[in-house]
């Protein structure tokens, strides 16, 4: 009996050295593997047209470092994606090489874009367009409603473009900051996250802004500032400002002015130019003259 003990015992313990000795680290074995992730179209598309000549990465694949974990997001839709990538390229980086030159935009332009499927709703009944982070990337929400909006520019800026370029500003705040004289023109008038309720969202071109979000704070007041301006050509300009009464008109027309000087002597950017160029590409794209599906690399 004594024997079969031992016997069991030992074998025991054989096992045990041997499993013991099975967790040494293999060194040339890594225990991370590689995604399964195929390689598309337009992966290569995106190398020739924003990796390789700008260093901009453009995800449009589903990642949770670059989410935030506060929302319900999903993913971007592959196809819808695709046009937004055309669209971006024409409308915001294209248009930026045309008045200010490739060096403007490969110094200036964020190194990212992330995109995700759905907007990021807030518990106040608004929801996030986007943002940007760090000067380096902007987060791009919504894509999936991409189709819906296509056919209307005032609805693709409102949800998309303005967003890029009101994104796109607070990067270019970061290296030049707003102007003091910009902060004082309505310096009592900004009120923090009430700018979405009554009567603030009612009442804010009578307060001498240009847009009910515009009252958040000076930061956002210049971002809107300039997004909408070149968004909006000369006359839908003009209609928009039909409320404001003439002493509001003044501080709009006041900050506009520093806005335009800011962009002129901190980037050597017409805001005139800028506006005209980006409205004719615009024209462009709905006219039919860039195809938003092709994926030829050239």
């Known amino acids: 009996?004594?024997?079969?003990?031992?016997?069991?015992?030992?074998?025991?313990?054989?096992?045990?050295?041997?499993?013991?000795?099975s967790d040494e680290p293999d060194y040339n074995r890594s225990v991370i593997t590689p995604g399964n992730t195929e390689r598309t179209e337009f992966d290569s598309w995106?190398?020739?047209?924003f990796v390789n000549p700008y260093n901009i990465a453009f995800k449009y694949r589903y990642e949770d470092i670059e989410s935030d974990f506060d929302y319900y997001v999903v993913p971007a839709?592959?196809?819808k994606a695709i046009k937004l990538a055309h669209?971006?390229?024409?409308?915001?980086?294209?248009?930026?090489?045309?008045?200010?030159?490739v060096d403007f935009t490969c110094e200036y332009f964020p190194k990212m874009f992330f995109t995700i499927g759905e907007w990021e709703y807030k518990n106040n009944g608004t929801f996030i367009l986007g943002t940007a982070e760090g000067?380096?990337?902007?987060?791009?929400?919504?894509?999936?409603?991409?189709?819906?909006?296509?056919?209307?520019?005032?609805?693709?800026?409102?949800?998309?473009?303005?967003?890029?370029?009101?994104?796109?500003?607070?990067?270019?705040?970061?290296?030049?900051?707003?102007?003091?004289?910009?902060?004082?023109v309505t310096g009592n008038g900004y009120v923090a996250d009430s700018w979405s309720e009554e009567p603030f969202n009612q009442i804010y071109l009578s307060r001498?802004?240009?847009?009910?979000?515009?009252?958040?704070?000076?930061?956002?007041?210049?971002?809107?500032?300039?997004?909408?301006?070149?968004?909006?050509?000369?006359?839908?300009?003009?209609?928009?400002?039909?409320?404001?009464?003439?002493?509001s008109l003044a501080l709009i027309q006041q900050k506009l002015d520093i806005v335009k000087s800011y962009m002129s002597t901190s980037f050597g950017i017409d805001l005139d130019v800028?506006?005209?160029?980006?409205?004719?590409?615009q024209n462009e794209v709905f006219s039919g003259k860039v195809d938003l599906e092709d994926l030829t690399v050239k």
């Not at 995106?46 to 047209?49: G, I, V």
């Not at 800028?274 to 590409?281: F, G, H, I």
Request: hydrophobic content about 40%.
């Open 46 to 49: 995106l190398e020739a047209n």
């Open 135 to 184: 000067g380096r990337k902007i987060l791009l929400a919504g894509v999936n409603d991409l189709d819906r909006y296509i056919q209307n520019a005032n609805m693709l800026n409102h949800y998309y473009f303005k967003t890029i370029h009101h994104e796109f500003t607070h990067i270019l705040n970061q290296t030049k900051p707003i102007p003091t004289d910009f902060q004082l």
């Open 208 to 247: 001498g802004f240009i847009s009910s979000y515009a009252q958040h704070s000076y930061q956002e007041d210049f971002a809107e500032m300039m997004s909408i301006y070149i968004t909006n050509d000369e006359a839908s300009w003009e209609n928009m400002l039909k409320g404001a009464d003439s002493e």
């Open 274 to 281: 800028l506006r005209n160029t980006l409205q004719r590409r």
């Open 77 to 79: 839709d592959y196809n």
């Open 1 to 21: 009996m004594k024997k079969q003990i031992y016997k069991l015992f030992l074998s025991v313990l054989l096992i045990a050295v041997a499993a013991c000795s």
């Open 87 to 101: 669209l971006v390229k024409y409308l915001c980086v294209e248009t930026y090489n045309e008045v200010a030159g």
